[in-house]
């Protein structure tokens, strides 16, 4: 079982629409934070999110993170080409020993058709 | 500011063989961590370094190994090549601890691995 879905797994939409992608899970976390990859690129950080109903707005980009802190979303108004990429979430896990690392979704593929 | 720097960029190798992997971080980043990228079980932590040492490691075989040198750039090495090991490894730099709260990793491009 996947700690993080991620849904929709893909989407594929015209210019100019809106859209949300959603993260979810049944645990609750610390904080969260969102990046985007663009073919051929590495993940690039958009956004961490602390706060239970924490919302935080970049541009065009809307994240909130859920009142219990156990699921997020990222909303795209009037969606641009440029923002077509892979979507990731991700979360520190904890054992025993403290924080272990990063755990990845397996990410929302976005395409905006021009 | 450069950004981390993943070399090379493409690599096919055959079963049974090994490779090393190299990469760059930012000027001023002692933190280097790898992961690996596959469409079916997409990005998973493979070991971060901090210092020539590592620090924290996930669940992978011992096959895979790495390591960090003094100017803190790094290695990571993949021994007796797997079909299953075909892969984006990335490697992401970040100043402080990557497992603190809001730690930012930055991402080089990549290596796109093959094993045929």
């Known amino acids: 079982t996947q700690l993080l879905e991620q849904s929709p797994q893909f989407l594929s939409i015209q210019e100019g629409e809106n859209l949300t992608v959603y993260c979810n899970s049944s645990?609750?976390?610390?904080?969260l934070q969102w990046y985007r990859q663009e073919p051929g690129e590495g993940p690039v950080l958009l956004v961490t999110?602390?706060?239970?109903?924490e919302v935080k707005k970049l541009k065009r980009l809307t994240f909130q993170f859920g009142d219990a802190r156990k699921d997020s979303s990222l909303h795209i108004t009037a969606a641009q080409p440029g923002d077509t990429g892979l979507y990731l979430c991700?979360?520190?896990?904890?054992?025993?020993?403290?924080?272990?690392?990063?755990?990845f979704g397996k990410g929302t593929h976005l395409i905006i058709q021009p | 500011k450069a950004g981390v720097t993943q070399t090379p960029r493409y690599l096919i190798k055959t079963r049974g063989q090994q490779v090393t992997l190299s990469c760059s971080p930012i000027?001023?980043?002692?933190?280097v961590s790898w992961y690996q990228q596959t469409p079916g079980q997409g990005l998973q932590f493979l070991f971060e370094?901090?210092?020539?040492?590592?620090?924290n490691k996930g669940n992978f075989p011992g096959r895979f190994s790495g390591r960090q040198f003094s100017n803190s750039r790094s290695e990571m090495n993949v021994s007796t090549l797997e079909l299953g090991d075909s892969a984006l490894y990335l490697c992401?730099?970040?100043?402080?601890?990557?497992?603190?709260?809001?730690?930012?990793?930055?991402f080089g491009s990549g290596t796109q691995l093959s094993v045929l």
């Open positions: 370094y901090f210092s020539e040492t590592q620090r």
């Open positions: 645990s609750v976390f610390s904080s």
């Open positions: 000027s001023g980043h002692r933190s």
């Open positions: 992401a730099s970040s100043f402080g601890d990557p497992r603190a709260i809001g730690e930012k990793l930055f």
């Open positions: 999110v602390v706060t239970g109903g």
């Open positions: 991700t979360v520190l896990m904890y054992s025993g020993g403290g924080a272990d690392g990063l755990t």
